[in-house]
């Protein structure tokens, strides 16, 4: 591998919050070991059609405190392709970048992974993904921060559900994984929390819904992780029908979870691994996702990172159970 001068970044996939400081750390701490940084706007697609400019540190200038991504994000099924593959390669050796530095999730670091093992290009990876669903991190860029504005929407949803006795069911993002689900529903006191890992069946929902009105209280609370087949909609007919003295009401939280300014977790979380990029290039690795594990920065494997399960800690599932008698 020839040496590296130039790196390119760039995120990918949907948006998370952080991942403006992620860019920031990549860019600052990439001009601080002498690296060239050029920044590649709307993830792959960018990357394809050239769309390629020169950061300095001015550039990334207060953005740490902002949502969303300063370089734009977008999904690319061109990349998917050789073809596809072949223009994102040109594009990089008409700007001499010797380095990719990708911030996005499963999907976006599998493209990395793929067009590293194609193209004689050094790939780091960064977590940003509000699910928290790469292996190899104890946290992913935005996770955080999601967690946060779920529980802040479900304080307020609780606030109706009690006034008029209702049953809230709360569909939140997460793809594949509960991890959202099941701490925001520990966090919000939420009665119940429908996730992949744990799949609640009828005999579960009819002993939540009788265990709320032992305690004189008829109202709850059940956060689901969203699924094109089994999320809240799904769970709360079902209650409609076999239940129909409970009035039942669904709120998807949608989009509004990615949004928002990142909690200083995340912004630390995003530089430390920002830094971590750069350190990991200075190092000479490749092909690995820069992550944290017990506050330190660890580097895993683009296959190890992608391709295996992310463990839930099922204590969690207890803990809920018991705590919401």
């Known amino acids: 591998m020839t040496t590296i001068k130039t790196i390119g970044v760039l995120t990918s996939g949907g948006d998370a919050p952080g991942m403006n400081a992620a860019v920031r750390a990549v860019t600052r701490a990439g001009i601080a070991k002498g690296f060239k940084i050029k920044a590649i706007y709307r993830g792959y697609e960018g990357l394809i059609k050239g769309e390629i400019k020169e950061f300095t540190t001015e550039n990334v200038s207060g953005i740490i405190d902002h949502g969303g991504t300063i370089l734009r994000t977008a999904r690319s099924e061109r990349f998917t392709t050789e073809e596809g593959m072949a223009e994102a390669y040109k594009s990089?050796?008409?700007e001499e970048i010797d380095a990719l530095v990708v911030i996005g999730g499963n999907g976006s670091l599998t493209g990395a992974m793929q067009f590293a093992q194609k193209y004689d290009i050094a790939c780091i990876g960064l977590p940003g993904t509000i699910d928290n669903d790469l292996y190899g991190t104890d946290s992913t860029i935005g996770y955080d921060t999601t967690l946060n504005t779920i529980v802040e929407c479900v304080d307020r949803i609780r606030d109706t559900a009690t006034s008029h006795e209702r049953i809230f069911f709360v569909e939140v993002m997460g793809r594949d994984a509960g991890f959202l689900a099941?701490?925001?529903?520990?966090?919000?006191?939420a009665e119940a929390a429908i996730i992949p890992e744990d799949y609640t069946d009828v005999d579960?929902?009819?002993q939540?819904?009788?265990?709320?009105?032992?305690?004189s209280k008829k109202s709850c609370i059940v956060i689901v992780s969203e699924s094109?087949?089994?999320g809240a909609m799904y769970y709360a007919d079902r209650v409609k029908k076999e239940f129909p003295d409970y009035d039942v009401r669904v709120t998807i939280l949608g989009h509004l979870q990615r949004g928002g300014s990142p909690s200083a977790y995340d912004r630390i979380l995003a530089s430390q691994t920002g830094y971590g990029a750069i350190e990991a290039i200075v190092q000479g690795q490749r092909n690995v996702m820069v992550g944290i594990r017990n506050n330190e920065v660890v580097y895993v494997p683009f296959a190890e990172a992608i391709r295996s399960d992310k463990p839930l800690?099922?204590?969690l599932i207890k803990i809920l159970d018991d705590l919401s008698i």
Do not use: H, M, P
């Open 208 to 215: 939540f819904l009788t265990r709320g009105i032992r305690k």
């Open 313 to 315: 800690n099922k204590k």
């Open 92 to 94: 990089l050796k008409k």
């Open 204 to 206: 579960q929902l009819e």
């Open 182 to 189: 099941q701490n925001s529903a520990i966090a919000s006191g």
């Open 228 to 230: 094109k087949k089994y």
